[in-house]
């Protein structure tokens, strides 16, 4: 009788994270519904939720792009206000065509993988041998694990868009909402409505507004906050989570002295 195979797992299969100087990715469990809301919102946002952030800014550039040649936000703004004839006049249904397209997979693809990272992360959990790193150091950054506050993350992504990614050390998606909102405020005009409005020249903020680019702003600044809120919640979550399994790995049951 053959004597069964032993094998001894060394290596994880599936890796908890990867932590690198321009930021962190990690699996994480995630509401499906909420990755398809963001997506709705804006396409991309919902795999930007869940670290796929080259793949978010793909179809966040793809939807901004065709919403402003099909002219979708200004035929909405003549829509919101009864004037059919204009919103029929300026829209483009060629480009509206395209734009639906993106519009409508990115919602469907951000739930679908939403449902298989989840289940990805939950065998993730199962190994008896993880994955995880604490610090990351190169010449030119250094990365590393640690306790955020939350509510930080949340004022500064108010101030402006992106930063509260940067505080989280989510670089890279930091600098692609810093750059799209920085894009979108511009050609919006959106600096000067808020300097006539504190000035009291309401009369001149309608002739100034660009309404092809100004609806784009609540979705980009609200994931911003939402976002930045929430990976800073997520990111203590691992910073916890690997010092449990580090001292667990390392010193099991036995009584733990520091001096």
């Known amino acids: 009788m053959k004597k069964p195979i032993q094998v001894q797992i060394m290596k994880p299969r599936i890796t908890k994270m990867y932590l690198g100087s321009w930021g962190s990715s990690f699996l994480h469990n995630a509401n ?3 990755a398809a809301w963001w997506s709705a919102a804006l396409p991309g946002f919902g795999h930007m939720k869940m670290g796929l952030f080259l793949k978010g800014a793909m179809f966040l550039t ?5 919403n402003f040649l099909a002219k979708i936000n200004l035929a909405l703004y003549y829509t919101l206000n009864f004037q059919w004839e204009k919103a029929q006049s300026v829209i483009n ?26 289940k990805i992360s939950w065998l993730e959990s199962k190994q008896k041998v993880r994955h995880f790193e604490h610090d990351s150091l190169i010449a030119q950054d250094l990365n590393f ?3 955020r506050n939350p509510w930080v993350g949340l004022f ?4 402006f868009t992106g930063f509260g990614h940067i505080y ?11 750059g799209w909102m920085y894009a979108i405020t511009f050609n919006a005009h959106f600096p000067l409505l808020v300097i006539y409005t ?14 092809s680019w100004l609806p784009f702003i609540p979705s980009i600044y609200f994931f911003g906050i939402y976002d930045a809120y929430s990976s800073v919640i997520y990111n203590n ?13 390392n010193y099991g049951k036995n009584k733990l002295t520091i001096i």
């Not at 065509?97 to 693809?109: E, K």
């Not at 504190?198 to 309404?211: E, V």
């Not at 979550?237 to 790995?249: G, N, P």
């Open 198 to 211: 504190f000035t009291g020249q309401f009369d001149k903020i309608h002739s100034i507004l660009n309404y």
């Open 237 to 249: 979550h691992l910073f916890k989570e690997e010092q449990a399994y580090y001292f667990k790995e």
């Open 32 to 34: 499906p519904w909420v």
């Open 93 to 118: 249904y060629e480009f509206a065509f395209l734009y639906a397209g993106i519009w409508i997979f990115s919602i469907w693809d951000s739930y679908r993988l939403a449902v298989e990272i989840n």
């Open 168 to 178: 989280v050390h989510k670089i890279l998606l930091g600098f692609i909402l810093i």
């Open 62 to 66: 793809g939807e901004i792009i065709l």
């Open 145 to 147: 694990l640690e306790k």
């Open 156 to 159: 500064w992504s108010c101030i």
